[in-house]
C-alpha cells in the first residue's frame, strides 16, 4: 500500500486515547512511506493524524469542500491541500487517491464515510481493504450490529469479513497488507450467505 484514507473526527472524543492513538497511525503511516489521505482540517483527530506524519517526514494530503474551510479549519501545513465543491466529491477524491481506508473514531461522518467506502466495495467498484481501528471498543456495538446483519439474513458472512477490525495499529496494518479483496458472487444473486 503507498497511501491509506484515514476517516476520523474532527474533534478529539473525551478520552485522550483517541488522540494519542491517531497520532500513533499518523506517525507509523509516515515510518512506513505510506501517503496519508484525509479530510484536510488541523482540528481534532483529523489534526493529530495529519500532524504526526508531517512531524515524522511523511507524505499528507487533505481533501477538504471549500465550505468546511473555515468550519473545521483547514491545515495550512500539510504536503498538499486539494480543495473541492462537496462532500461526495471529497469522498471521491480521497477514495481515487488511496489504497486502502482506516476509520478511526468519529461521528456522523465519519460512519457515512466508512460505510460508503463498504457499499462500494460490496458492488464490486474497489478492492481495497477497509479497516477500523477500535481505539479503546468505541466500536464493539457497531461490530455486533454488523454481526447481526449476518445472523438476521441481511449481510452475507463473506460481505461482513469486508470489515477488518483491530485495537492497535500495527494490527489493522498487518491485516490490511495481508488483504486479499473476496470476488463479488452471491449476494448479487439474492443470495446472503
Excluded at 56 to 82: C, M, N, R, S, Y
Excluded at 89 to 101: A, C, N, P, Q, Y
Excluded at 150 to 177: H, N, P, Y
Aim: aromatic fraction near 6%; hydrophobic fraction near 45%; glycine fraction near 14%.
Amino acid at each position: 500500500m503507498n497511501s491509506i484514507v484515514v476517516f476520523c473526527g474532527s474533534g478529539e472524543g473525551n478520552r485522550v486515547i483517541y488522540r494519542q492513538t491517531a497520532s500513533l497511525l499518523g506517525a507509523t503511516l509516515a515510518a512506513l512511506d505510506i501517503r496519508v489521505i484525509y479530510g484536510g482540517a488541523r482540528i481534532g483527530l483529523m489534526g493529530a493524524v495529519a500532524d504526526a506524519a508531517m512531524k515524522a517526514g511523511g507524505h499528507v494530503t487533505g481533501v477538504i469542500p471549500g465550505f468546511l474551510q473555515t468550519k473545521e479549519v483547514g491545515h495550512d501545513g500539510l504536503t498538499e491541500l486539494i480543495t473541492v465543491d462537496t462532500m461526495h466529491e471529497r469522498k471521491l477524491k480521497m477514495h481515487e487517491l488511496s489504497d486502502g481506508i482506516i476509520a478511526l473514531p468519529g461521528g456522523w461522518g465519519t460512519m457515512e464515510e466508512l460505510f460508503e467506502m463498504l457499499t462500494w466495495a460490496q458492488l464490486g467498484l474497489h478492492g481495497k481493504p477497509i479497516g477500523i481501528l477500535n481505539i479503546n471498543g468505541y466500536y464493539d456495538a457497531l461490530i455486533a450490529l454488523c454481526d447481526t446483519m449476518v445472523k438476521e439474513g441481511f449481510l452475507g458472512q463473506d460481505v461482513r469479513q469486508m470489515l477488518l477490525c483491530d485495537d492497535s495499529v500495527d494490527g489493522i496494518i498487518a491485516q490490511m497488507e495481508a488483504w486479499k479483496p473476496i470476488p463479488v458472487h452471491k449476494w448479487m444473486s439474492g443470495q446472503t450467505t
